[in-house]
T-cell receptor
Framework: NAGVTQTPKFRVLKTGQSMTLLCAQD?????MYWYRQDPGMGLRLIHY???????AKGEVPDGYNVSRLKKQNFLLGLESAAPSQTSVYFC?????????????FGSGTRLTVV | GQQLNQSPQSMFIQEGEDVSMNCTSS?????WLWYKQDPGEGPVLLIA?????ELTSNGRLTAQFGITRKDSFLNISASIPSDVGIYFC?????????????FGKGTKLSVKP
């Protein structure tokens, strides 16, 4: 099983450029999440989705947009990248309750904005 | 919002030593989870705890759900070099914010061979 797949794995952007990070899961999970990980800050929730066509803001949503057009995909967009968005981004998915096995994470996208 | 205090932030130990780390919260959780993140990878679930007072083992790892439901600890016995990584605790409440996990900031473990 592939689990949660994130593309790309690495990317360097110039300030002001836009990009979309793709997350795909093949476990038929209802919930999907985008986190960013910065040194000493742990994992911070950006946006999440509880089902196809629905999204909600997390702890640090500013500067990001998301879409969940298909159940298996969750896209994270940066419309105008800023150096403060340099980070490692993780996508995760879970069942409706998320309790039995917690979240399944992808292997991350390392983004550098110069 | 809810926050988890995870300690220590980092540990440097000798191979063979035991390790202990913990998480505390000002509010109660229904579930406590412990994740490990290897360098360059995403977090992977190690142990899940569902009842106050529960003690669960996974090989050399042992975790407990505090009786007050506000804390949890993780012990690693006889550490080996592949234990290196970042360990995260996470708490969850059913129904709040669709059951989103709240993560600690992690404990970075380094093991000297």
């Amino acid at each position: 099983n592939a689990g949660v797949t994130q593309t790309p794995k690495f990317r360097v952007l110039k300030t002001g450029q836009s990009m979309t990070l793709l997350c795909a899961q093949d476990m038929n999970h209802e919930y999907m999440y985008w986190y960013r990980q910065d040194p000493g800050m742990g994992l911070r929730l950006i946006h999440y989705s509880v089902g196809e066509g629905t999204t909600a803001k997390g702890e640090v949503p500013d500067g990001y947009n998301v879409s969940r057009l298909k159940k298996q995909n969750f896209l994270l967009g940066l419309e105008s990248a800023a150096p403060s968005q340099t980070s490692v981004y993780f996508c995760a998915s879970s069942t409706r309750s998320g309790t039995l096995r917690g979240y399944t994470f992808g292997s991350g996208t390392r983004l550098t904005v110069v | 919002g809810q926050q988890l205090n995870q300690s220590p932030q980092s540990m440097f130990i000798q191979e063979g030593e035991d390790v202990s780390m913990n998480c505390t919260s000002s509010s109660i959780f229904n579930t406590w989870l412990w994740y490990k993140q290897d360098p360059g990878e995403g977090p992977v679930l190690l142990i899940a705890l569902y009842k106050a007072g529960e003690l669960t083992s996974n090989g050399r790892l042992t975790a407990q759900f505090g009786i007050t439901r506000k804390d949890s600890f993780l012990n690693i016995s006889a550490s080996i070099p592949s234990d290196v990584g970042i360990y995260f605790c996470a708490g969850q409440n059913y129904g709040g914010s669709q059951g989103n996990l709240i993560f600690g900031k992690g404990t970075k473990l380094s093991v000297k061979p």
